[in-house]
């Protein structure tokens, strides 16, 4: 199947047996069906175009909502099977104050709850976490344990940076953080949502899933300083 074989002994019969059978079967129908839904895709989405633009906003409202219904559904089912936390650091990987703090709240998680498994939604995809964790020890000199901690790998990261917004960067940068968060959710729903980093707009998508949300802002994405020299006019970097 695809271009691969397989050898088997030969035990008087011709052909593969049933087990290999039935896997080989089982993995055709699997990548075919995920082929055809990639194919039926656009199509599907083609109708939309078509509509009226407030028909098709009201469509998209309605995905929406059943989205988020749906993803409701998954956090409750976890919190009640095994409640789990989830830290959203998109940049976990760097040395600063901020993945400090983070690192010292996840070594006291564990510590107080030695059997729980932390989780950490990272936008490092070219890191595996055994670096992850080896950078952290290394940069704060704690000892983590790699067994309790989970990485959530995010794609869409760059949404977030400023160099995608070079006008209404901040306003570009919050929106980012939305899709970011949603990316965030759609792959793991926890009982404990907690952000280390400042991204004040996913709280309200952690919170409409069904999360509890926990915040430590160490930079805040608009701070009283900032709004000062906007009224003032005053340049800075």
């Known amino acids: 199947v695809y271009g691969s074989s397989v050898s088997t002994q030969s035990t ?12 080989f079967q089982h993995y055709y129908i699997t990548n075919n069906l995920r082929m055809l839904k990639y194919l039926l895709l656009p199509f599907l989405l083609l109708p939309l175009l078509l509509l009226p ?18 993803l409701r559904l998954q956090c409750i089912s976890q919190r009640i099977n095994s409640p789990t936390i989830a830290f959203f650091h998109p940049y976990c990987n760097a040395g600063g104050g901020g993945e400090r703090v ?6 006291s998680v564990v510590d107080r709850f030695p059997r729980a498994t932390v ?24 000892k983590l344990p790699s067994g309790n901690v989970q990485f959530i790998y995010l794609k869409s990261r ?3 940076e400023a160099k995608c917004y070079p006008i209404f960067t901040l306003l570009g940068q919050s929106l980012g953080s939305m899709i ?6 759609w792959k793991l729903q926890p009982a404990y949502f907690v952000d ?3 991204y004040a707009f996913t709280y309200l998508l952690a919170d ?8 430590y802002v160490h930079y805040p994405t608009i701070s009283t300083d900032m709004l000062g020299k906007v009224a003032a006019r005053e340049a800075s970097l």
């Open 12 to 23: 008087g019969s011709s052909g593969i047996n049933a087990e290999y059978g039935e896997y």
């Open 208 to 215: 409409l899933v069904g999360c509890d949300v926990i915040s």
């Open 102 to 107: 983070l690192w010292q709240c996840v070594l």
């Open 180 to 185: 970011l968060g949603m990316e965030a959710m």
């Open 119 to 142: 989780h950490i939604y990272t936008g490092d995809v070219e890191a595996t976490p055994e670096q992850i964790i080896a950078n952290a020890e290394n940069c704060f000199g704690l």
């Open 158 to 160: 760059f949404l977030v």
């Open 196 to 198: 280390s980093m400042g």
């Open 53 to 70: 633009p407030t028909l098709t906003l009201f469509l998209v409202f309605l995905s929406l909502l059943f989205l988020g219904f749906y």
